[in-house]
C-alpha cells in the first residue's frame, strides 16, 4: 500500500527559529514528491521534486528530497509569524495518475 | 482566470440525504480531482478525472459518485449521506497528470465544509 508519513505531525517554535519538517515515503513507481502549504483554506503550491539531492530553494523555503532513503526534508529559516500554517508533502505514483499525500505538519510560530 | 471555484461553501446535511458538490475550472485543465480532508488524516483522494467523459475511483470512492461531461466541470454527488462523510471537501486541477509527464502544478478550490447530522 502507498503510504506517506510526515514528522512531526506538530510543532512550536518561535519567530527566527530555523525548522525542518519530515517527509518519508513508499510509493510504488514514484514519480515525484511535492510539498503544500496549508493556512486557512486551499493548499498552495511549493515545490516538486525528482531528482535525489537537488536543493530546490524559494526564500526562505528549501527542499531536498532523497530517492535511496526515500524521504524529503522542507527547510524554512528565519520563521516568520505568517510561515504557521499546515504542510503537506505528497507522492506522485507514476502511470497511476495521482497522489498520495502525509497527514501533515502543523507549524507554529509564536512572536 | 476565477482559478477553481467550488460550491456551496458550507453544507449541512441529515443522514440520508443526497446532494452534489460542485467545481469548475476555466483553465482548460485537463486533470481534476476530488479529495476529503479529515483532521490527522491529510488528504485523501476521493476520485479523479483525466479529461472530459473518463473518470477513475481514488483511495476512498465509496459513498461518492462523479461524472465529467465537460473539461470545466467535475461535479461530487453524495448519494445518502452519512456522518462518515463529515470533512472538508477539495476540488483540483492541473494541466495534465499523466505518466510521462510530470505533475503541474495542482490548484486546489476553496474547499467545502461538510457537515452531517
Known amino acids: 500500500e502507498d503510504k506517506v508519513v510526515q514528522s512531526p505531525l506538530s510543532l512550536v517554535v518561535h519567530e527566527g527559529d530555523t525548522v525542518t519538517l519530515n517527509c518519508s515515503y513508499e510509493?510504488?513507481?514514484?514519480?515525484?514528491l511535492l510539498w503544500y502549504k496549508q493556512e486557512k483554506k486551499a493548499p498552495t503550491f511549493l515545490f516538486m521534486l525528482?531528482?535525489?539531492?537537488i536543493e530546490k530553494k524559494s526564500g526562505r523555503l528549501s527542499s531536498i528530497l532523497d530517492k535511496k532513503e526515500l524521504f524529503s526534508i522542507l527547510n524554512i529559516t528565519a520563521t516568520q509569524t505568517g510561515d504557521s500554517a499546515v504542510y503537506l508533502c505528497?507522492?506522485?505514483?507514476?502511470?497511476?495518475?495521482?497522489?498520495?499525500f502525509g497527514q501533515g505538519t502543523r507549524l507554529t510560530i509564536n512572536p | 482566470n476565477a482559478g477553481v471555484t467550488q460550491t456551496p461553501k458550507f453544507q449541512v446535511l441529515k443522514t440520508g440525504q443526497s446532494m452534489t458538490l460542485q467545481c469548475a475550472q476555466d483553465?482548460?485543465?485537463?486533470?481534476m480531482s476530488w479529495y476529503r480532508q479529515d483532521p490527522g488524516m491529510g488528504l485523501r483522494l476521493i476520485h479523479y478525472?483525466?479529461?472530459?467523459?473518463?473518470?477513475d475511483q481514488g483511495e476512498v470512492p465509496n459513498g461518492y459518485n462523479v461524472s465529467r461531461s465537460t473539461t470545466e466541470d467535475f461535479p461530487l454527488r453524495l448519494l445518502s449521506a452519512a456522518p462518515s462523510q463529515t470533512s472538508v471537501y477539495f476540488c483540483?486541477?492541473?494541466?495534465?497528470?499523466?505518466?510521462?509527464?510530470?505533475?503541474?502544478?495542482?490548484?486546489f478550490g476553496p474547499g467545502t465544509r461538510l457537515t452531517v447530522l
Open positions: 510509493v510504488t513507481n514514484f514519480r515525484s
Open positions: 483553465m482548460n485543465h485537463e486533470y
Open positions: 525528482t531528482s535525489s539531492g
Open positions: 478525472s483525466v479529461g472530459a467523459g473518463i473518470t
Open positions: 505528497a507522492g506522485e505514483i507514476q502511470g497511476a495518475q495521482k497522489l498520495v
Open positions: 483540483a486541477s492541473s494541466q495534465h497528470l499523466l505518466a510521462g509527464r510530470h505533475t503541474d502544478t495542482q490548484y
